[in-house]
């Protein structure tokens, strides 16, 4: 199965997207694929097709700001979580998208978990990949750096800023033909530095913890969270301590593996997300 990549434009915001369709008429939800801090919607690249190949169609967006979609300056967009929920409500209402699995991973996960939050008729279930879901989570020091005054200006203008942190999260090498799919976007223009700057001082973490913590608890759709076990960000108990607050959680621990799993596992990942979404029922 291949990938098509494709662009939308709402309200002047261009939205960078791939998309896996399965062959012939599927049954099955659609599922959506939301990608964290510093990643793009590639770091799914492995992920898609083999959803399309069971007859899911699949989608992984670049959020605003990041990849390869629009990077509009902060005057124009806030890069708060109210925002990019709000882009995200625009981008899924203009792919017609009623009802769909959700699949997070990472910082700006959490984003989408929020949006979970506000649109539970939307989700049939979540997967979650290595995401702040908890009120101990912190901002690394390695992406808390990207944010100081100065310094953070600097930073982000690295191209290589990305290679550190997808390597140092993963805790494994990633190939040049993959990194230079990652960087290019900060080679292109310095928006992509400002966007990732703002989005980390914006990002309200502690406030986006608690809807999450407190909003879960009431949760009735099925969750499945995978968890890399050496991720050295988040900790294991923080998953294991959601799963017993979720009224239908399961974990999955995943043995060395770091904080972006489906860079570098995706087919450990996919033995239990691909029957996990196929169990999704429509409305």
Same mark, same amino acid.
């Given at each position: 199965?291949?990938?098509?990549?494709?662009?939308?434009?709402?309200?002047?915001?261009?939205?960078?997207?791939?998309?896996?369709?399965?062959?012939?008429?599927?049954?099955?939800?659609?599922?959506?694929?939301?990608?964290?801090?510093?990643?793009?919607?590639?770091?799914?690249?492995?992920?898609?097709?083999?959803?399309?190949?069971?007859?899911?169609?699949?989608?992984?967006?670049?959020?605003?700001?990041?990849?390869?979609?629009?990077?509009?300056?902060?005057?124009?967009?806030?890069?708060?979580?109210? $925002?990019? #929920?709000?882009? @995200?409500?625009?981008?899924?209402?203009? +792919?017609? *998208? =009623?009802?769909?699995?959700?699949?997070? !991973?990472?910082?700006?996960?959490?984003?989408?978990?929020?949006?979970?939050?506000?649109?539970?008729?939307?989700?049939?279930?979540?997967?979650?990949?290595?995401?702040?879901?908890?009120?101990?989570?912190?901002?690394?020091?390695?992406?808390?750096?990207?944010?100081?005054?100065?310094?953070?200006?600097?930073?982000?203008?690295?191209?290589?800023?990305?290679?550190?942190?997808?390597?140092?999260?993963?805790?494994?090498?990633?190939?040049?033909?993959?990194?230079?799919?990652?960087?290019?976007?900060?080679?292109?223009?310095?928006?992509?530095?400002?966007?990732?700057? $703002?989005? #980390?001082?914006? @990002?309200?973490?502690?406030?986006?913890? +608690?809807? *999450? =913590?407190?909003?879960?608890?009431?949760? !009735?759709?099925?969750?499945?969270?995978?968890?890399?076990?050496?991720?050295?960000?988040?900790?294991?108990?923080?998953?294991?301590?959601?799963?017993?607050?979720?009224?239908?959680?399961?974990?999955?621990?995943?043995?060395?593996?770091?904080?972006?799993?489906?860079?570098?596992?995706?087919?450990?990942?996919?033995?239990?997300?691909?029957?996990?979404?196929?169990?999704?029922?429509?409305?």
């Amino acid at each position: 199965m291949s990938i098509t990549e494709h662009k939308i434009t709402l309200d002047s915001l261009a939205w960078f997207y791939r998309v896996a369709e399965p062959i012939g008429k599927t049954d099955l939800l659609p599922v959506v694929l939301l990608h964290g801090l510093v990643s793009q919607s590639y770091s799914w690249r492995n992920i898609l097709p083999a959803l399309a190949q069971q007859g899911t169609k699949a989608i992984a967006p670049d959020w605003i700001g990041f990849g390869f979609s629009s990077k509009p300056e902060k005057r124009d967009f806030a890069y708060t979580p109210d $925002a990019f #929920i709000k882009a @995200l409500e625009g981008f899924i209402k203009a +792919l017609d *998208i =009623e009802r769909f699995s959700l699949v997070v !991973q990472g910082f700006l996960g959490s984003v989408g978990l929020q949006y979970a939050l506000r649109h539970p008729e939307q989700i049939a279930n979540i997967a979650i990949l290595n995401t702040p879901i908890s009120s101990t989570a912190k901002l690394p020091w390695k992406i808390q750096q990207m944010g100081l005054p100065l310094a953070g200006e600097m930073m982000t203008q690295d191209p290589l800023l990305v290679d550190r942190t997808l390597e140092g999260g993963s805790r494994y090498v990633i190939a040049d033909k993959d990194l230079d799919v990652y960087r290019q976007p900060f080679l292109k223009t310095s928006a992509a530095g400002r966007a990732l700057l $703002a989005t #980390i001082r914006n @990002l309200q973490l502690a406030k986006a913890m +608690l809807e *999450i =913590e407190s909003g879960f608890k009431q949760w !009735q759709q099925p969750i499945l969270i995978q968890w890399g076990m050496i991720d050295p960000w988040l900790s294991v108990e923080m998953a294991e301590n959601f799963v017993k607050s979720v009224p239908k959680g399961e974990l999955v621990k995943l043995n060395n593996v770091g904080h972006y799993p489906q860079e570098h596992y995706h087919e450990t990942v996919l033995q239990d997300l691909l029957p996990f979404v196929r169990r999704a029922e429509g409305k």
